[in-house]
């Protein structure tokens, strides 16, 4: 059985950084890519940063320059590094993995969340 499990939220003043983790356990399948989104309250989830497992990023734009998604294909696990953070930075984030399970087909799995907070 999968787990997904993130880390590293907190409360910063803008400007500030931050460190996500998340790691993907329970799995003997292919890792197709990892990703994480946010959600901040009355809004919507948005993608937010994703990495493949060949190592391609994406970003949101309003984070580019300053986020930067890592993976270590090892610990089928993926990093958010956040620096210059602002106020509406502020959201939960989620970490999203894919698998490719033979005979059935990509597979997606979620993580509980870890808050960050940006204020003054």
């Known amino acids: 059985q999968v787990q997904i499990a993130e880390s590293g939220g907190g409360l910063v003043q803008p400007g500030g950084s931050l460190r996500l983790s998340c790691a993907a356990s329970?799995?003997?399948?292919?890792?197709?890519?990892m990703a994480w989104w946010r959600q901040a309250p009355g809004e919507q989830r948005e993608f937010c940063a994703g990495?493949?497992?060949?190592?391609?990023?994406t970003y949101k734009e309003s984070v580019k320059g300053r986020f930067t998604v890592s993976m270590d294909g090892a610990k089928n696990a993926v990093y958010l590094q956040m620096n210059n953070l602002r106020p509406d930075d502020t959201a939960r984030y989620y970490c999203?993995?894919?698998?490719?399970?033979?005979?059935?087909?990509?597979?997606?799995?979620w993580g509980q969340g870890t808050q960050v907070t940006v204020s003054s």
């Open positions: 999203n993995a894919d698998f490719w399970i033979p005979g059935v087909g990509r597979r997606e799995y």
């Open positions: 329970g799995s003997s399948d292919r890792l197709g890519g």
């Open positions: 990495i493949t497992s060949g190592g391609v990023t």
